[in-house]
């Protein structure tokens, strides 16, 4: 009996003994491929470890988007990133948020060579960010311009009375709440509204005058928010060349000395915790309902129709709604 039970005893060490092995092989075999792996151009330019082009996509609606800046931030302190392609393909969003990306975009262009790709479209609040950087290219085709600002609100007081719904408030000050949806603008409301519009107009017109060294009177049409082919822009030197992304990634080369075959790496920024835990939720909800889930990706696709329910206060931007 005592036998029996030492040989058990011995056996269930072996299997820990083997068990640890096994485990240590496996780690052993993991930190070899992954040494393997570092070594590898391919591999760590991937991860970000080798020298490369850092490409940053803008598109949808742009509103002032923190976990953007901070990825911008980040791209300026990587020591492996050379130079930067801003791939934008954006009607505008908000005023805001225009201001925001174009400073960013600034701040980032102290650090690393930044060149502005033009896709199908690049207006507004898209070409305020665009040309923050140190060369602008687009498409003979792509649409641009739109230097406009916008406040834009729904009246509907007569919808109300159709109802049988009146309106009650008490409020500090006549203009307290101007614009608004439930009453109709009278002239000293019309005039304050304008008046913010008028400026923050003016201020638009006078960054685009400043970032492309022109003269927005000479100019026809930039001050009424008109657009412009990629050909017409560059003839009136609001973009600085025709083309794509080889011809940034030449420009790169023959103005900043950035090796022509260093690869192009895309960066992302975090998305929201929010708009993740509200996708997940959807799209579990519409699984267990029996919905497409695949439905709701276009919900939260840039430039959906989430972000054009979410655009408020002043907006610079071509046209919000797509077909």
Known sequence: ????????????????????WRL??????????????FQSDDFATAIGY?????????SGLIREDTDREEMLKDIAKSKHVKAVILRVNSPGGTTVGGESLHRAIQNLRK???????????????AYMAGIASDHVIARGSSITGSVGVILQWAEVTELLGKLGIKMEEVKSGALKAIPSPFQPLDEAGRALTQEMVSESQKWFV????????????????????RIYSGRQALKLKLIDQLGGEDDAIAWLEEKRK???????????????????????TAKSVAIWTGLPATALDKLFA??????????????????????
Request: net charge positive; hydrophobic share 50%; charged share 25%.
């Open 24 to 37: 240590l092989a496996i780690a052993a075999a993991v930190a070899l491929v992954a040494g393997l792996a």
């Open 50 to 58: 080798k020298p490369h082009i850092a490409r940053v996509n803008i």
């Open 111 to 125: 650090k690393k060579p930044v060149v502005a790709v033009f896709s199908t479209v690049a207006t507004s609040a």
């Open 302 to 323: 840039p430039g959906n129709a989430l972000e054009r329910v979410q655009l408020d206060g002043l907006v610079s931007v071509w046209h919000a709604q797509t077909n």
């Open 258 to 280: 950035i090796e022509k075959d260093l690869k192009v790496i895309d960066w992302k920024a975090k998305e929201s915790q929010s708009t993740d835990w509200l996708r997940i």
């Open 1 to 20: 009996m005592t036998l029996r039970a030492d040989f058990l005893v011995d056996r269930r060490r072996l299997k820990r003994s083997l068990a640890l």
């Open 206 to 225: 006078d960054l685009v005058a400043k970032s492309r060294s022109i003269d927005p009177g000479a100019i026809p049409g930039l001050t009424e928010g």
